[in-house]
């Protein structure tokens, strides 16, 4: 069975600054990865998705990667602002619109 | 163009009632998917409709229900329900239903309360 896992839960930063979100995967065979976002008490936001085939995707300030042979991504976001706070999830597909969810990253910038 | 919507936002059942979701994909979207989410679980995957079919479906038990109109809007039923029903649930669409290269857009959820 799929598991997803995320680390850290948690992240503090200051605004300004460079930060990476980690994201493992135990099974390769993978259609997808996406990256999302969730603010409290609402929806997902998708960000980003690498397909099986690509090594990384970018969108403005946001760039995520995928090694598909080690089962990693990690979603790398530049200049971070307080706007960014929110929890960040990876998801990888492994059927038809079938997500496996990690439990996500809460970060927190600091003004 | 109007994003994927959700009714009603929340809900307040008893154990043992039945309970309705609904779920309205974007415009021109022909696939839905539903996911329940949890503090402790997380987010699950319950069931996929695709034109009417439903091609996938998480391991969760026969209560839960789903299925799909022709206009694509699709609701999803729980039966007898349980205090651990009580959940966030969300529902996605996607426009053609491929696999590798759809983004899913997500409503913004149904609160169920379970007492």
């Known amino acids: 069975k799929q598991e997803v896992t995320q680390i850290p839960a948690a992240l503090s930063v200051p605004e300004g600054e460079n930060l990476v979100l980690n994201c493992s995967f135990t099974?390769?065979?993978?259609?997808?990865l996406q990256w999302f976002r969730q603010d409290p008490g609402k929806g997902l936001t998708s960000l980003l998705l690498i397909q099986s085939s690509q090594r990384e995707q970018t969108s403005g300030r946001l760039n995520a990667s995928l090694d598909k042979s080690s089962g990693r991504s990690t979603l790398y976001i530049a200049a971070s602002q307080p706007g960014d706070s929110a929890t960040y999830l990876c998801?990888?597909?492994?059927?038809?619109?079938?997500?496996?969810f990690g439990t996500g990253t809460r970060l927190t910038v600091i003004p | 163009k109007a994003g994927v919507t959700q009714t009603p936002r929340y809900l307040i059942k008893t154990r043992g009632q039945q309970v309705t979701l609904s779920c309205s994909p974007i415009?021109?979207?022909?696939?839905v998917s539903w996911y329940q989410q949890t503090p402790g679980q997380g987010l699950q995957f319950l069931f996929e409709y695709f034109s009417e079919t439903q091609r996938n479906k998480g391991n969760f038990p026969g209560r839960f229900s789903g299925r799909q109109f022709s206009n694509s809007r699709s609701e999803m039923n729980v039966s007898t329900l349980e205090l651990g029903d009580s959940a966030l649930y969300l529902c996605?669409?996607?426009?053609?239903?491929?696999?590798?290269?759809?983004?899913?857009?997500f409503g913004p959820g149904t609160r169920l309360t379970v007492l």
């Open positions: 998801a990888v597909s492994t059927g038809a619109n079938n997500l496996f």
């Open positions: 415009s021109g979207h022909r696939s």
């Open positions: 099974d390769s065979a993978i259609y997808n």
């Open positions: 996605a669409s996607s426009s053609q239903g491929q696999v590798s290269t759809d983004t899913q857009y």
